[in-house]
């Protein structure tokens, strides 16, 4: 089950159903099952706190991804910044739907063994992203 929330911020124009069934296939072309993700959208301010307490890092991020996964089943808590999303659309100069769903699926990336943080990782998760988005 997927559960979309939001905390200090109007929830983005996302259709859930679409977005729900978008998901559960870009899981299961990697093998994976879809348990509980839920999914929750902040400001700035309310994703530096998460941050800072659960990583201890201080600085805005777009996303931070909470792996609870076991097996083949996705299971996890995705943190989203709305705020991150539009200043990363205007910088790369992506429509702001575009940038949020790609924000959208890497987390659920993450969750299928995706990284991004070592040599060479970046443009995989990269491709991997393009490649989600393209199913849309």
Known sequence: MITYSTEGVKFPGIKKRETTKWIHQVAESYGKKVGEIGYLFVNDEKILEVNNEYL????????ITFDYCEEDVLNGDIVISLDTVLTNAEKFGRPYDEELHR???HGILHLCGINDKGPG???????AENKALALR
């Open 103 to 105: 924000v959208i699926i």
């Open 56 to 63: 201890g890092h201080d600085y805005y991020t777009d996303i």
């Open 121 to 127: 990782e970046r443009e995989i998760m990269e491709a």
